[in-house]
């Protein structure tokens, strides 16, 4: 009885004096990028370390004066530029991992240099030797759980600004280069007085946006609605505007301006600020769009085709001169784009001129669109003409299988029998004028708009 116990006691006695032992372990100094060091096969805080390889140099625990000792080994190594370096470390009794390091000194101290190891497969994770007992390190291996937990909560995400080239990819990624083809109008609330005081609501405005692009759609446009949304316009009001308009003083008063146009209130200094809520509504072509380009040539006396407005501000191109293979609308395959538009019921809307957007894009509180004017459109052609320099018209598409080649095609408009779709009225060229003037007429809202005919200039 007393051997048993005699011998229990020792073999106690030899336990604890282990787990009171010294041991080289690992502390680490930085985190993997990848979140790899939770997964096992990263070296941890508390691991014990077995075995150090540098070159053909093996070292193997105990590690004579620890930490100590070890940097010791570190130093010698890095000013023989043996660099590299594999860690074979320890967790509990019987499971095992390597890294494969690089050696790199760090200033632990003010004076003093040290060492640690930073690893080959990711340079951001790097760790250190540090001296404890077996047992702090079976204890930090056994809380590595609540380690990972506490990780987790302390771990923020980081931001940052990166370097982006936006010349480059304005060019390259943009059908049109530096331009968007997002369109937009902005609908501007309708006044309900001649001064201007007042406005009519919200809603107002949402169905005036609501009627144009239906509108749009059924004269032949081919737009898509993509979306709508108020937008506020900060303006100076007073008079008769502020005494109406500056009342929303707390938040029991938010509930009378949520349907209103006009609202306001009062800076810091007094100055009475109103806020004017229009409606942006945004559309975008059914298809694309596609560029024309129309040459000009010396011979060229007309350019073969006519422009108008909708009443809702776009142009299109309403006529093309027939029998004329060598007018500049039909070297252009402008012709060809007209005739399939007429048999898709559709109009070609021209959507810019030199790469100039040219569509509608608000609306004023008197109700009027704000649009190109034809006649301006009329005079920059002729330039174009008298210059020779080439035209670059975009249109919009209707049906995204179109391409170039389909537009090189010479399709012939056919109009199937009983068919009741109302198509635009070809101008008769027959007795057009061969004066020497541009011949076109002023617009309004809504109405057609000029047609090219002689473009040969007066002598002086």
């Known amino acids: 009885m007393d051997l048993l116990s005699s011998s229990s006691d020792g073999s106690r006695s030899s336990s604890s004096s282990s787990t009171k032992s010294t ?7 930085k985190g993997c990028s990848k979140a790899d060091e939770w997964a096992g096969n990263m070296l941890l805080t508390g691991d014990i370390v077995e075995e150090l390889r540098i070159g053909k140099m093996i070292v193997t625990s105990p590690f004579k004066n620890g930490k100590s000792g070890v940097h010791k080994i570190l130093h010698n190594s890095f000013k023989a530029k043996e660099t590299s370096i594999r860690v074979r470390v320890r967790r509990g009794s019987d499971e095992f991992t390597e890294l494969l390091a690089c050696i790199m000194p760090v200033n632990e101290f003010v004076g003093k240099k040290g060492y640690m190891l930073r690893s080959i497969d990711d340079p951001n994770y790097a760790v250190g030797f540090f001296d404890r007992t077996e047992k702090e390190c079976l204890e930090l291996q056994a809380s590595r759980t609540s380690s990972i937990v506490s990780a987790l909560e302390k771990n923020p995400l980081q931001d940052g600004y990166v370097p982006y080239p936006w010349t480059r990819k304005m060019q390259e990624t943009l059908s049109i280069p530096n331009s968007s083809s997002f369109y937009s109008i902005l609908v501007l609330p309708k006044s309900s ?5 007042r406005y009519n609501d919200l809603e107002d405005t949402l169905a005036r946006a609501h009627a144009w692009i239906n509108a749009s759609q059924a004269s032949g446009a081919p737009i898509l609605f993509m979306n709508i949304q108020t937008e506020s316009l900060l303006t100076k009001i007073s008079g008769e505007t502020a005494s109406s308009t500056v009342n929303a003083g707390s938040l029991s008063d938010l509930s009378d301006i949520a349907n209103t146009s006009l609202y306001g209130f009062e800076d810091y200094h ?3 600020i109103g806020v004017v809520r229009a409606v942006r509504l945004w559309f975008s072509s059914l298809a694309g769009e596609i560029p024309v380009e129309i040459k000009i040539k010396d011979t060229d006396t007309k350019l073969g085709f006519s422009i108008s407005r909708t009443e809702e501000g776009f142009i299109y191109i309403s006529s093309v001169i027939q029998g004329d293979e060598d007018a500049p609308s039909s070297r252009s395959r402008l012709r060809n784009l007209y005739h399939q538009s007429l048999g898709a019921s559709r109009i070609l809307v021209v959507s810019r001129i030199s790469n100039q957007k040219i569509l509608p894009w608000m609306v004023s509180p008197a109700g009027a669109i704000r649009c190109y004017d034809t006649v301006s459109l009329s005079q920059k052609l002729s330039l174009h003409k008298h210059t020779k320099v080439p035209i670059l018209m975009h249109v919009f598409l209707w049906d995204r299988s ?3 080649r389909d537009i090189s095609t010479n399709p012939t408009p056919s109009t199937p029998e009983n068919d009741n779709r109302v198509l635009p009225i070809l101008p008769d060229y027959s007795n057009e004028s061969t004066g020497s003037d541009i011949m076109h007429e002023r617009d309004s809202a809504g109405e057609c708009s000029f047609r090219f005919q002689v473009f ?5």
């Open 402 to 404: 179109i391409t170039h």
């Open 193 to 197: 007085d001649r001064i201007g005081s």
């Open 456 to 460: 040969a200039l007066k002598s002086n």
């Open 270 to 272: 007094g100055v009475d």
């Open 23 to 29: 041991v080289l372990s690992i502390q680490c100094l």
